[in-house]
């Protein structure tokens, strides 16, 4: 077993980290040795990694002061002088922490000038956002802020790269090592902020949507059909209703690419203007539940506007979904979701969903930008930067929403084939090291044509 020796101060999340890395990710057994040493040291058979660490001795004096932040511009490193053969996005890579030497070989091993696991945690943990006061109207940490958008590296899941690096060393000492194996994965997901159109339910609002239709729209065929919805739905027929439709295009097309489709739903209003208009009690929703449980997808939680940074507002919510969910004969193994509008705050929101006895979230993509916000496209216990604890929450990161590539103020890339390309970019390099593309699309987000087209292409696992 390899024995990995670190030095004494901030026992918590060096072992955190350590864990996430070793064990979730490449799951090889290890054993911990406190010492006075000053760098990471990896043991076995005679043979030593030593690796920089130089966040954690940065930020034991400063933990979360902008003094334990790394300076712009990063170092880059180009790893493929030094090592042959390592699966990486690109040749050169960012040094968020580290030496500035990378690679030495000496007698019995080799050193690393890279700072792999305290890179690995400022990225996993969300340590920055913590520290940074930024934030936009929605009161959400802006891709801008990040040190991931500033240094151009939010398109690289660059703790996979990372990891790669630190793989391909111990795999040159010690060539029997056997990682665990993984393979690629589609988590389609849809918040349901609108199963239908809110106007069947306000005649005022309604006719705002056919001027729509008529105007911005530019669809008579449109508003004729919103116009029977309004009569329809009040006999309980929904089937003029464009956004309550494509719940079942949806599980129809998924179910051909082989995908399972994750329907998070509100459960509970805390900012009535933000959270939908309808109620998890309502028959038509319970029927949509039931159905979506039927065919064999996953219901879990949209937490409404203001839980991000309110606990017992969460648990109300969590309890709620799962109450309709016994109550309608839903059993899941696990129950996730995401915050409506992606507003997070970290650690609180980590804290809350682990309160709330939830499984797992899903919502740490950044809203005006889509990409790696937390390094990685694998799935990820999580960590309390303030109190420094783990929690038994697992973070399974968005990589995109579709309005961050598609709308205006976004990214702005429309829906042809600019868009398409950025949507594939990032799926391709989370198929690239064996992890999760995972996609949010509302099911309000899928009524033209072009949209629909898009979807169809993306979902599709090649
Ligand atoms: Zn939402």
Known sequence: MLKITIPSNLNSPRQYILNVLLTEF??????????????????????????????????????????SLPPLPLAQWNVSEDIADVNLVENSIPVIFGDEVYLISHDNGLHLGLDIFGSAFFMLSRYEEAVKSERDIHDRFPASASLAYQAGFLHRPIVNEYLEILWVCMKQLWPSLKRKP?????????????????????????????????IIRKSPKRAIKSVI?????????????????????????????????????????????????????EPVIRKLMRRIHDRGHEIGLHASYNTYNDKDQLCREADNLRRIMKEEGIQQEILGGRQHYLRWETPTTFRNWDVAGLDY???????????????????????????????????RPLIAMEGSVIYKCYMGLGTGEKAFEAFQQMKAYCQQ?????????HNDCLIDQAVQKLYEALINRL
């Open 361 to 395: 979230d899903t919502t740490l993509s950044f809203a005006d930008h889509a990409g790696f916000r937390c390094g990685t496209c694998y799935e990820y216990p999580v960590y309390d930067v303030v109190n420094q604890q783990p929690l038994k929450l697992r973070e």
């Open 26 to 67: 490449l799951g090889i057994p290890f054993t911990t040795e406190i010492k006075n040493v000053n760098t990471i040291q990896i043991s076995y058979e005679n043979k030593t990694l030593t690796i920089a660490d130089t966040f954690f001795q940065q930020a034991a004096n400063h933990w979360l002061q902008p003094e």
């Open 229 to 281: 919805n309004y009569f329809a739905s009040k006999r309980g027929n929904y089937s003029y209703d464009p956004y309550y439709t494509r719940f079942e295009w949806m599980m129809d097309v998924n179910e051909k690419a082989g995908n399972k489709v994750a329907f998070y739903f509100i459960a509970g209003h805390s900012e009535p203007a933000m959270d939908g208009c309808y109620s998890l009690d």
């Open 433 to 441: 090291f064996n992890g999760n593309f995972t996609l949010l699309w």
């Open 182 to 214: 993984r393979e690629f994965q589609m988590k389609v997901s849809c918040d349901v902020d609108h199963p239908y159109q809110c106007g069947i339910k306000n005649p005022l609002r309604q006719v705002k949507h056919i001027a729509g239709d008529l």
